[in-house]
C-alpha cells in the first residue's frame, strides 16, 4: 500500500510471448484508474502467486527447466520483489499457492501431476523448504478431459484446521487435516456432480459456507462446511451461463464480497464476470447480471482492498480490466479496458 488512495497489486502470467513474469501494478482509487504497471521479477511462467498476511512475502508457482515447484520474494514497502529461493521437483509445475495466517506452510497444488504439497516456511527469511507431504490423487471423471486426476486448489478452511483441496479431474472435494510439521492426512472427501469439473473455492465470511466454481459445467456450487470434523455437505447448483447461450466455456475464478452478500464467478468463453446475491441466512445464490470482460478468456479477478473495485484479467487477449463496484447492489460498472498485460492469469493485491 502507498497510501490510502493507491493499492499495489501484483500479476501472475504465462511467459509466453512477451511477457517476462511477474508484473506489478497501481490502482489509483480517486481516480479509478490502473496505473505504473512493470515487470516486478522475471521467472518462467508464475502463473498463479499469493501474499503473506503481513505482506511481506510473495509465493509463486514457478518453472525452471524440466522442474517446477514455488518460489519466494521479499516484498519491499514500495512493492519491489527481491528473490529468496525457490524449491521444485522434476515435473510441471503447480497451478496454484496459498498461505496459512502465520506464514508457517506453503500448500501448492499440480494439475498435470493431481497432487497436493505442503512445504514449510523458515520464518527468519521467508524461504521456502522442501515438501514434508506429497499426496497423489487417485481415479477420474466421465469427460475426456478428466482422463486423470487434476488438482486445482488448495486453501484452508477459515478455522486454518483443515486444507481444502479441489479435485477437477475426479469431481471431489477432498478435506485433509494439517498437522504439526504441515503433513497432510485426509479426513473427507465429497463426491460432486459427475463430469462438472470442480475448480476454485471460496468460503463465506461466516466460516460455515462455501463456493466451488465448476470448469466444465460453468455452475457455483454452494456448500455447508462442518467445521467440527472438516466435512462438506451440497446445497445448491447454480447455473453461471445464460440458458441460451451454448457455445464453449470453462468456468474460471470465484470470489465473494467480505459483507457476503455478494459472489462473483468467471466465465471464459462467454467472456464475463456472473454476479449473484447470497442469501443472508442459507448462503444460497440467486442470480443478478453478467458483466462482460472487454476481453478474451478471463482466466482471474479480485475486488480491490476498498472493494469498491474489481480487476480482471484477459489471459488470451493480453488485457485488465478495471470495475467500478456497487456495494449496495453488487453491479460492476467499466471504467479501464485498455490496460495492456501480456497472458495475465492471477491477481493478488497487498492487504489492508
Same mark, same amino acid.
Given at each position: 500500500?502507498?497510501?490510502?488512495?493507491?493499492?499495489?497489486?501484483?500479476?501472475?502470467?504465462?511467459?509466453?510471448?512477451?511477457?517476462?513474469?511477474?508484473?506489478?501494478?497501481?490502482?489509483?482509487? #480517486?481516480?479509478?484508474?490502473?496505473?505504473?504497471?512493470?515487470?516486478? *521479477?522475471?521467472?518462467?511462467?508464475?502463473?498463479?502467486?499469493?501474499?503473506?498476511?503481513?505482506?511481506?512475502?510473495?509465493?509463486?508457482?514457478?518453472?525452471?527447466? #524440466?522442474?517446477?515447484?514455488?518460489?519466494?520474494?521479499?516484498?519491499?514497502?514500495?512493492?519491489?520483489?527481491?528473490?529468496?529461493?525457490?524449491?521444485?521437483?522434476?515435473?510441471?509445475?503447480?497451478?496454484?499457492?496459498?498461505?496459512?495466517?502465520? #506464514?508457517?506452510?506453503?500448500?501448492?497444488?499440480?494439475? /498435470?501431476?493431481?497432487?497436493?504439497?505442503?512445504?514449510?516456511?523458515?520464518?527468519?527469511?521467508?524461504?521456502?523448504?522442501?515438501?514434508?507431504?506429497?499426496?497423489?490423487?487417485?481415479?477420474?471423471?466421465?469427460?475426456?478431459?478428466?482422463?486423470?486426476?487434476?488438482?486445482?486448489?488448495?486453501?484452508?478452511?477459515?478455522?486454518?484446521?483443515?486444507? *481444502?483441496?479441489?479435485?477437477?479431474?475426479?469431481?471431489?472435494?477432498?478435506?485433509?487435516?494439517?498437522?504439526?510439521?504441515?503433513?497432510?492426512?485426509?479426513?473427507?472427501?465429497?463426491?460432486?456432480? *459427475?463430469?462438472?469439473?470442480?475448480?476454485?473455492?471460496?468460503?463465506?465470511?461466516?466460516?460455515?459456507?462455501?463456493?466451488?466454481?465448476?470448469?466444465?459445467?460453468?455452475?457455483?456450487?454452494?456448500?455447508?462446511?462442518?467445521?467440527? #470434523?472438516?466435512?462438506?455437505?451440497?446445497?445448491?447448483?447454480?447455473?453461471?451461463?445464460?440458458?441460451?447461450?451454448?457455445?464453449?466455456?470453462?468456468?474460471?475464478?470465484? /470470489?465473494?464480497?467480505?459483507?457476503?452478500?455478494?459472489?462473483?464467478?468467471?466465465?471464459?468463453? /462467454?467472456?464475463?464476470?456472473?454476479?449473484?446475491?447470497?442469501?443472508?441466512?442459507?448462503?444460497?445464490?440467486?442470480?443478478?447480471? /453478467?458483466?462482460?470482460?472487454?476481453?478474451?478468456?478471463?482466466?482471474?479477478?479480485?475486488?480491490?482492498?476498498?472493494?469498491?473495485?474489481?480487476?480482471?484479467?484477459?489471459?488470451?487477449?493480453?488485457?485488465?480490466?478495471?470495475?467500478?463496484?456497487?456495494? *449496495?447492489?453488487?453491479?460492476?460498472?467499466?471504467?479501464?479496458?485498455?490496460?495492456?498485460?501480456?497472458?495475465?492469469?492471477?491477481?493478488?493485491?497487498?492487504?489492508?
Amino acid at each position: 500500500m502507498i497510501n490510502t488512495q493507491k493499492f499495489i497489486g501484483f500479476i501472475g502470467t504465462y511467459t509466453k510471448g512477451e511477457s517476462k513474469g511477474i508484473y506489478s501494478f497501481t490502482l489509483d482509487t #480517486n481516480k479509478g484508474k490502473i496505473e505504473d504497471i512493470h515487470v516486478a *521479477a522475471e521467472l518462467e511462467n508464475p502463473t498463479y502467486v499469493t501474499i503473506s498476511n503481513d505482506n511481506q512475502y510473495l509465493y509463486s508457482v514457478a518453472k525452471d527447466g #524440466n522442474s517446477g515447484g514455488v518460489a519466494a520474494f521479499s516484498i519491499s514497502g514500495t512493492g519491489e520483489l527481491t528473490a529468496i529461493n525457490s524449491e521444485g521437483s522434476e515435473g510441471s509445475p503447480p497451478c496454484h499457492v496459498s498461505v496459512d495466517s502465520q #506464514n508457517r506452510f506453503v500448500f501448492s497444488t499440480n494439475y /498435470h501431476k493431481g497432487s497436493v504439497e505442503s512445504q514449510p516456511i523458515n520464518q527468519d527469511n521467508g524461504s521456502v523448504r522442501p515438501s514434508v507431504s506429497v499426496i497423489k490423487h487417485e481415479g477420474r471423471g466421465p469427460d475426456p478431459r478428466q482422463e486423470k486426476p487434476h488438482t486445482h486448489y488448495a486453501g484452508l478452511t477459515p478455522d486454518e484446521k483443515y486444507l *481444502a483441496v479441489v479435485e477437477l479431474g475426479i469431481d471431489a472435494l477432498i478435506t485433509y487435516e494439517i498437522g504439526a510439521e504441515g503433513e497432510l492426512t485426509e479426513v473427507s472427501r465429497l463426491p460432486l456432480k *459427475a463430469g462438472s469439473g470442480p475448480r476454485h473455492l471460496a468460503f463465506h465470511p461466516n466460516g460455515t459456507i462455501a463456493y466451488i466454481m465448476t470448469e466444465f459445467s460453468s455452475e457455483v456450487i454452494v456448500l455447508t462446511y462442518h467445521p467440527e #470434523n472438516g466435512h462438506f455437505t451440497e446445497k445448491q447448483y447454480i447455473s453461471t451461463l445464460p440458458e441460451d447461450f451454448k457455445e464453449n466455456n470453462q468456468g474460471s475464478a470465484i /470470489h465473494i464480497s467480505r459483507d457476503g452478500r455478494f459472489v462473483y464467478a468467471g466465465n471464459r468463453g /462467454h467472456n464475463s464476470i456472473a454476479v449473484f446475491r447470497a442469501d443472508i441466512l442459507s448462503g444460497e445464490l440467486s442470480f443478478i447480471e /453478467h458483466t462482460s470482460t472487454e476481453g478474451d478468456w478471463p482466466r482471474d479477478f479480485t475486488l480491490d482492498p476498498t472493494e469498491k473495485f474489481i480487476v480482471a484479467s484477459n489471459q488470451e487477449s493480453s488485457n485488465l480490466v478495471l470495475f467500478a463496484r456497487d456495494a *449496495a447492489s453488487g453491479r460492476l460498472t467499466l471504467l479501464q479496458s485498455d490496460i495492456t498485460v501480456p497472458h495475465p492469469v492471477c491477481i493478488k493485491f497487498l492487504k489492508i
